[in-house]
């Protein structure tokens, strides 16, 4: 029997599954006309609305818009005539065939062509992501970093001191020890930090796994996913975020778009996860339960902390 498996708009594949699955995720409307699928015997990714009267009598599309000027949109008129080329040679060549299906095929690695061929949808109203659900995903990925900065310096803090112990010179001089591991955990921390933001915001995910838990991710002002420059260079201005005592944070509820001050210096925007897509209607204004969930509990985790502070500052009249 003939598996199917199609893309989302987060560009992730799903499948296999099988012909009555596919019938049943159509009339739900999760398979739009522009869905890339794919099947045994293609030689590439192909919309929904070439392959869904195989399986579904009146699939319901409107027929195909005709092809834009090749002027319109040179990016696309490229990628068409690649993949036309390949499908060409692909028949021309039978020992050609199999090399292109294993290329296509969901079973190849994940840089199937449903990546390459991609394209971020314009025409829609675009979601802009707030302060709070932003200060949401922020709350979950420092847990991250700090849980990721924790372990390492533990490692390195065990390292070092078995260094020391061996070399009778460093603990003749504890204040270049001091220094240098007062360095380390800077290096450290800003390592981690540099690594986990701009790695995560320049992939397919175009996201921290915070953003991506509370439903937003990191595009340029065009929608497109950010080179690996643009990240390293947004990371480099949220510096400017914080030596301005969080106000760089606080212009998110204030600007166009809601940008934050390391948005504007790196030419960025955070949008809901369904913006720039096919399917815009599943953007969302509200902040969801997740982002709820983690506000409380930051909300509450700050509270214990400050009643915390405020006991010890306390105590010595107290005990008097």
């Not at 987060?10 to 409307?29: C, K, Q, S, V, Y």
């Not at 932003?134 to 533990?154: F, K, N, Q, T």
């Amino acid at each position: 029997m003939t598996q199917w498996y199609y893309s989302d708009a987060d560009r992730n594949r799903h499948g296999p599954l099988e012909a009555d699955t596919m019938i049943d995720l159509h009339r739900r409307g999760e398979l739009g006309a522009e869905t890339l699928v794919w099947r045994d015997g293609l030689t590439q990714w192909r919309p929904w609305r070439e392959l869904a009267g195989e399986l579904i009598a009146s699939p319901g599309f409107a027929a195909a818009a005709a092809p834009a000027p090749a002027t319109a949109d040179p990016v696309a008129a490229a990628v068409s005539a690649r993949l036309d080329a390949a499908e060409h040679a692909a028949q021309a060549s039978p020992q050609a065939a199999p090399a292109a299906a294993d290329r296509d095929s969901p079973y190849a690695a994940p840089r199937a062509g449903v990546d390459e061929i991609a394209e971020v949808v314009h025409g829609h109203e675009v979601v802009h992501v707030g302060f709070w659900k932003r200060m949401a995903a922020y709350l979950i990925d420092s847990m991250l970093i700090g849980i990721a900065y924790y372990a390492v310096s533990m490692f390195m803090t065990v390292f070092v001191l078995a260094i020391g112990m061996a070399s009778a010179s460093w603990m003749s001089k504890p204040e270049v020890a001091m220094a240098l591991m007062i360095g380390g955990v800077y290096l450290l921390m800003g390592a981690l930090s540099l690594a986990y933001y701009v790695g995560f915001e320049s992939s397919s995910m175009q996201a921290t796994l915070g953003k991506r838990a509370v439903g937003i991710k990191t595009v340029d002002l065009d929608g497109r996913r950010l080179t690996r420059g643009r990240a390293f260079g947004r990371w480099l201005a949220s510096w400017l975020s914080y030596a301005t005592l969080g106000v760089g944070y606080l212009m998110i509820a204030f600007t166009d778009r809601k940008r934050g001050l390391h948005d504007l210096v790196a030419k960025t925007q955070v949008v809901d996860r369904w913006a720039y897509t096919a399917q815009p209607d599943l953007q969302r204004r509200d902040l969801g339960p997740v982002a709820i969930v983690v506000l409380v509990l930051g909300g509450l985790m700050w509270l214990l902390t400050i009643g915390l502070v405020a006991a010890l500052a306390l105590l010595p009249t107290l005990t008097r």
